[in-house]
Nanobody, 122 residues
Framework: EVQLQACGGGSVQTGGSLRLSCATS????????AGWFRQAPGKVREGVAC????????HYADSVRGRFTIFIDEAKNTVYLQMNSLKPEDTAVYYC???????????????WGQGTEVTVSS
């Protein structure tokens, strides 16, 4: 059974940093890609960052490139999202997901963790 447990959300001021963690079980990152997604109130879920299986190549949404970093600790079977220079528009519930195919499209993933809320105040 695949399980994902996301944590690390919180409230920060503009310019602050947070690191989200997504602990997984039932998958290995040799075979599975992973992604972080977010959903702001009244908006559709959007892809933020993803990391590929095997070579761990990364891809970012334009809105976060240069500020966010996705990376994997294989020993811990955990995928992280380091978020720096946070802006109020980054406020959302953040979700992690995994599936063999790397994508920023939420519908490409079938295994999801619960959300963790990020609030950035100005």
């Amino acid at each position: 059974e695949v399980q994902l447990q996301a944590c690390g959300g919180g409230s920060v001021q503009t310019g602050g940093s947070l690191r989200l963690s997504c602990a997984t079980s039932g998958v290995t990152f040799d075979d599975y890609a992973a992604g972080w997604f977010r959903q702001a109130p009244g908006k559709v879920r959007e892809g933020v960052a993803c990391v590929g299986n095997g070579d761990h190549s990364t891809h970012y949404a334009d809105s976060v490139r240069g500020r966010f970093t996705i990376f994997i600790d294989e020993a811990k079977n955990t995928v992280y999202l380091q978020m720096n220079s946070l802006k109020p528009e980054d406020t959302a519930v953040y979700y992690c997901a995994t599936w063999p195919t790397m994508s920023l499209r939420p519908w490409a993933y079938e295994h999801w963790g619960q959300g963790t809320e990020v609030t950035v105040s100005s």
